[in-house]
């Protein structure tokens, strides 16, 4: 080795996700033929108990090969084998990282949000941003449009960022800014966007980001906590169980 040479160093080991483990299992018994192309998978239900794990790490891990196109969830009847699973594409740069499980986003968010929410509540300002990011969801009507749907996502993480601005807290913002790039990965969107199925759904979303709004900006530490908290369990429902 020449001496100005740096030999490479490998990268940092990180253990696996659960819901990455469950993937790469689906993923190996669909290339083994295990599961073949066309053929529907077993229940969600049915992979927890096989793999003795949480059925959510088994809808996370499902998300996870839909994005990959290995797999597509038919609403009503099961998931599916794609029928022709895409190569994995060679890269120089490697593989992506893998998306933070979405169940831990939510754990996290659940402690924070909270939390953020009675500090906001302390201030009691109005926001023209957040009422800004109200209107626009309010005004998604077709969740099945991209563009549409899109438009939801992105209001949807930008108000809860919102929050933590209103609290006036610069720390409290910057760990936000970590919860909102967590929203904007694709297995959160996945999962999200399949919980979120109908304009009744988008409704009640509305009005639940409505009243966490209205409790912060009237002062109500109390409201504003619970009505957070009631939010985020209600979305954890929505997204890690649909069959």
Avoid at 11 to 19: D, S, V
Avoid at 46 to 58: G, H
Avoid at 122 to 132: I, M, P, V
Avoid at 134 to 149: E, F, G, N, W, Y
């Amino acid at each position: 080795m020449m001496k100005d040479q740096i030999p490479m160093s490998p990268p940092p080991f990180r253990p696996k996700q659960i819901y990455e483990q469950v993937a790469d299992q689906i993923r190996v018994a669909i290339h083994a033929g295990t599961y073949a192309a066309g053929t529907r998978l077993p229940s969600e239900r049915d992979l927890a108990q096989r793999l003795q794990v949480s059925r959510p790490a088994v809808r996370e891990a499902i998300g996870a090969l839909q994005n990959e196109g290995l797999v597509a969830t038919r609403p009503g009847s099961g998931t599916y084998v794609a029928e022709r699973p895409p190569e994995t594409p060679a890269t120089d740069a490697g593989p992506r990282p893998a998306d933070l499980s979405p169940g831990s986003t939510l754990e996290v968010r659940l402690m924070l949000e909270p939390a953020i929410a009675r500090m906001a509540a302390r201030q009691g300002r109005r926001d023209a941003l957040a009422e800004s990011l109200l209107a626009r969801m309010a005004a998604v009507k077709d969740i099945a449009d991209p563009a549409q749907q899109a438009a939801w996502s992105e209001c949807d993480r930008l108000f809860h960022r919102q929050l933590a601005v209103m609290t006036g807290n610069a720390l409290i913002v910057r760990m936000a800014d970590e919860v909102a790039a967590s929203m904007n990965e694709p297995l959160w969107q996945r999962l999200r966007d399949d919980g979120i199925y109908d304009e009744q759904r988008i409704q009640l979303y509305v009005a639940e980001h409505r009243l966490i709004y209205e409790a912060i900006v009237s002062r109500d530490e109390d409201a504003a906590a619970f009505y957070v908290q009631g939010h985020l369990q209600r979305v954890r429902r929505d997204i890690q169980t649909r069959e």
